[in-house]
């Protein structure tokens, strides 16, 4: 079947599913496969479930095959509808990547959006090969402008991501430690980041860019550049602890975010709405309402405690930027839980040493170290304690709780510390 007939039965569907436990009625099951799970073995089901036609790529034992699509490969038949979609919609795509603040950087820009355009954004983290397509195809024809994050773990994905997608916008958030297994180390990084660059100067793109960041500056020389942090008259941090303020024009802003890093995020975003003509008011009254969400970058005020809860992951230049933050904070007492930074590769077991030399230059009451790398390097100590694994640490928490601190709890996903905020 071709991709136009394909797509005829798109426009006629209620969209995409890819799990039988949550079919949409009228929808086209798409029958993926991944190390643990092959959706073909699912199609009948979805059918029977109410899904409108089964795009597989293995035969399917059912005596009406009218509702199944045979294609060669269902993740490349999917990629391409949403290209195809993409092409058909023509509207405009500002992409999203780079290191540390991506999903910030793009709900930030989306409430920006919101108040003056029909916006669609990266649901969740479908920011990978096949959430990617799975976004595209969420969007419709009233859809003004979209806000796509890109994710990648290794070289030329970025890339593949941008031939789907075809943005006409892009900004790199920074070049920073992470996936450094998959990347290669930070040159990697950086040339796998470059990639969105590289594709926007192809199709005569415009670039996001901090004039700040020089490494940024380089990388993206040659494209069409849309410059930021150059009109300080219009945007400029005031303060930053714990919430940061700032002022928009004439208009002083107290944001419920916390952690100076953030204002890239936040001026990378107001770059963004200034460029398609938002006005300094509904950028403020964006940001006053925005709340952070999903453990990043948020102030928690409990009995005992205040905390800085930036959970959702880590990699050693964020780590690094939230010490840094949290050292300026004022408080009488500071502690940190810090969990592992993971897929670090070769280098995990030097990062989270520096890690630990960081902490010691800052001269925190306590820090609770938590995670097999930080583990590697225990040592005896009354202000730093380690733990194999969140349960230990669990344990010591309930045994001799933490009052009246100031606290930042920061670790990679994995990790999941946000599982300490009963616990405080």
Known sequence: MDIEQLY????QSKGISTDTRNIKKGSIFFALKGDHFNGNLFAKDALQKGAFKAVVDEPINIADQSNIIQVDKVLKTLQDLAQFHRRKLKTPIIAIAGSNGKTTTKKLSQAFFETTFKTFATPGNLNNHIGVPLSLLQMDDATEIALLELGANHQNETTALCEICEPDFGYVTNFGKDHLEGFGGVEGVIKANTELYDYLKKVEGKIFVDTKDKIQKQQAKGGD????????DLIQLESADPYLKLRIGSELVTSQLV????FQNIAAAFSMAYYFGISLDLIAEALKDFTPEENRSQFVQKENNQIVLDAYNANPSSMELAIQNFSR????KKSVILGDMLELGESSFNEHLATIHLLKDHHF????LVGHAFYEHQFKSDKFHFFKNFEELEKNLLEQPIKNNLILIKGSRGIALERCLDLL
Not at 8 to 11: A, I, P, Q, S
Not at 259 to 262: A, C, E, F, W
Not at 365 to 368: K, S, T, V
Request: hydrophobic share 45%; aromatic share 24%.
């Open 329 to 332: 904070m004022e408080a009488g």
């Open 225 to 232: 550049l849309i410059l930021f942090n150059q009109n300080e």
């Open 8 to 11: 005829f039965f798109f426009r």
């Open 365 to 368: 009451d306590q820090a609770f």
């Open 259 to 262: 952690g100076d890093y953030n």
